[in-house]
């Protein structure tokens, strides 16, 4: 061994993390293949909201009927986020991520094929839910191979997997026009199968934090996790901002076909500009709570995100040719990078909050109230076009409860950060 003393590491340097080489190498390599999982999952979590329209056109679906069919898959994938986030502190990504994907290949392969009534929709979608708790597994792992001072953003890049929201938008339909309904799932099933097999062969425990935690069940630590008001907070915050996000993904195209007689194409074709906005701005709402106050930097993008409804909503209860162009247009993007934003910035604050060894199961518990808050707002809506034949009270409720949740942003977490 050399004599030689160890240069000293400032406190600047420590909170940074570990230096360039091997190890930050492969904290990016996990990075990059969580983040691949994620969209994979994403894009099988999503494939039923673009063929909404058409599935309600074929089988004769109410408004409400065609929501609950696209809003299925949320609920349980957000449910299913509270074990499967504290099964991940239990047993790592390295099998839980396999476990995910191969899970949810089974749904995707029974809609392709057997989705051709309301009864099988929904049967298919129950289950098509496992796609949507990759989030769980994603988060604690990411979040273990960096260090606090990057942890925000590097959560933030993970969170751009919700663009497999948008890749679906953009392919399903046309997959499906061009090839046979099946098409699309058949092409998801095999991609999940794939990364399956690379993730259990590829994917290694963190570095940075160690292991997976491995005491006490599941059960008991989800139920723990519930019971603190830190996370029951983050919750909240988070089912306005994810909430939203996937609400618009999943319902924007019939929005814009009943409120716009846009066609179906195009209206697909807008929710994945929607979807991407708000895919790019969610590791800048990372980067941005990384550097500056957290709960601040969330207020600003909820309050951001009100205005921009409270304008969605007035002009689309006017003339068709000013709410799209350019007014309605620039409400809805503004819309999807306050709320992509926002939920990057509510993972930043996750990241700062809460120890390492329980962020899987935070994880669960945050992840499933954002997926149950992109559950209400489709059958909200659906309900109340059916009711009213507009969408502006629904618009005026996500701007009400959008300003609201940045109050609790900027009040909401003085003792804990102090």
């Not at 919750?235 to 009943?258: C, D, E, K, Q, R």
């Not at 709960?295 to 009100?306: F, N, R, S, W």
């Not at 910035?345 to 954002?370: I, K, N, Q, S």
């Amino acid at each position: 061994m050399s004599d030689e003393p160890r240069p000293r590491t400032s406190q600047r340097e420590r909170a940074a993390g570990p230096p360039m080489g091997p190890d930050a190498a492969t904290a990016r390599t996990m990075l990059v293949l969580a983040t691949v999982g994620f969209a994979l999952c994403f894009w099988a979590w999503a494939l039923l909201s673009p063929l909404a329209v058409t599935l309600r056109e074929e089988l004769g679906l109410t408004s409400l009927q065609q929501s609950l069919v696209v809003a299925t898959p949320v609920i349980v994938g957000s449910l299913g986020r509270i074990p499967v986030g504290a099964l991940t502190d239990r047993l790592g990504a390295k099998v839980m991520f396999p476990a995910v994907s191969v899970l949810t290949i089974v749904p995707v392969l029974f809609l392709g094929f057997f989705g051709t009534s309301l009864a099988a929709l929904l049967i298919g979608g129950f289950f098509l839910g496992i796609g949507g708790t990759a989030f769980a597994v994603g988060v604690p792992f990411v979040n273990s191979w960096h260090a606090p001072a990057r942890r925000g953003a590097a959560l933030g890049i993970f969170g751009m997997g919700t663009g497999g929201t948008a890749v679906s938008a953009f392919t399903t339909l046309t997959l499906a026009n061009r090839f046979g309904r099946a098409a699309p799932f058949v092409l998801v099933a095999v991609l999940l199968a794939v990364y399956a097999v690379i993730a259990r062969t590829v994917l290694r425990s963190p570095t940075v934090t160690g292991g997976p935690a491995r005491q006490g069940n599941w059960l008991t630590a989800a139920a723990r996790t519930i019971a603190q008001p830190v996370a029951l907070k983050l919750a909240i915050l988070y089912a306005i901002a994810f909430g939203g996000f996937v609400a618009f993904s999943v319902y924007l195209p019939t929005y814009l076909v009943n409120n716009f007689g846009l066609s179906k194409g195009d209206g697909a074709l807008r929710m994945a500009g929607f979807v991407v906005v708000a895919v790019l701005a969610r590791p800048v709402g990372g980067w941005l709570a990384d550097r500056f106050n957290k709960p601040k930097v969330l207020a600003v993008l909820l309050v951001a995100t009100g205005l921009f409804a409270i304008l969605a909503a007035v002009v689309g209860g006017g003339r068709v040719e000013l709410a799209l162009e350019p007014v309605g247009t620039v409400a809805f993007l503004g819309m999807a990078a306050g709320l992509g934003a926002g939920a990057g910035a509510v993972f930043a604050l996750v990241a700062a909050l809460v120890e390492p060894a329980r962020v899987g199961a935070v994880t669960g518990v945050v992840g499933a109230a954002g997926g149950l808050g992109g559950f209400v707002p489709p059958l909200l809506m659906g309900a109340i076009y059916d009711s009213q034949g507009s969408y502006t009270i629904g618009l005026l409720l996500l701007a009400a409860v959008a300003i609201a949740g940045g109050v609790l942003a900027l009040v909401g977490f003085r003792r804990e950060l102090g």
